[in-house]
């Protein structure tokens, strides 16, 4: 099952513009990672923000967590065509720190 | 190797087959997952694996679906009697874990299984 829901599930933007996609969760975490897939390739690591913190930021990334409302958000400013790509929030849980996906936000960047 | 690596990479079968799908993690890496991830969703959570022991399997779908690491590095998810359900990509993820306490995945390219 799917632990995590990300809002929009597709969002289209002008090269430039910035992006904001959203994640719900629901149960508690230890820490909260984004993905980026590139159609037909494996996921790759963006950034991870720990449950005690609220803010990250990472280059032209920022994301947020409000554990209150078991909800994150990642921003991309100035977006780029190459950021043309799906966009999954990932939450590990438990002892061994269980990593759960969401359905992924479909972003594409018109150049 | 520098990555993970899935073989194969494409793999076709007929309905009632059986495929293995290998799985060769970083060197050293101590966490290994295994995910399903059917056309337009996201990974779906299969097993996990510290070393060699399968600490959860909450995620196989049938009794159909075995996954092994013997020696805590390749690992081999095995679907038994394939069916047209079955097809997805199969992705296997690797962590370095115990480091920073958090397992960052590292992603192979997976494995596109596609029953007739």
């Known amino acids: 099952s799917q632990q995590g829901e990300e809002d929009p599930q597709a969002l289209s933007i002008q090269e430039g513009e910035n992006a904001t996609m959203n994640c719900s969760y629901k149960t508690s975490i230890n820490n909260l990672q984004w993905y980026r897939q590139n159609s037909g390739r494996g996921l790759v690591h963006l950034i991870l923000?720990?449950?005690?913190?609220r803010e990250k930021h990472s280059g032209r990334l920022r994301v947020t967590l409000d554990t209150s409302k078991k909800s994150s958000s990642l921003l991309i400013t100035a977006s780029r065509a190459a950021d043309t790509a799906s966009y999954f929030c990932a939450t590990a849980t438990g002892g061994y720190q269980k990593v759960t996906f969401g359905i992924g936000t479909k972003l594409q960047v018109i150049p | 190797g520098a990555g993970v690596s899935q073989s194969p990479r494409y793999k076709v079968a007929k309905r009632g087959q059986d495929v293995a799908l290998r799985c060769d993690p970083i060197s050293g890496h101590v966490s290994l997952f295994w995910y399903q991830q059917a056309l337009g969703q996201g990974p779906e959570f299969l097993t996990y694996f510290q070393n060699e022991a399968q600490l959860d399997k909450s995620g196989l779908p049938s009794d159909r679906f075995f996954a092994e690491r013997p020696e805590g590095s390749v690992s081999t998810l095995k679907i038994q009697r394939t069916q047209q359900e079955d097809s997805a990509v199969y992705l296997c993820a690797s962590s370095q874990d115990r480091v920073s306490g958090a397992n960052v995945l590292t992603f192979g390219a997976g494995s596109r299984l596609t029953v007739l």
């Open positions: 923000i720990r449950s005690n913190e």
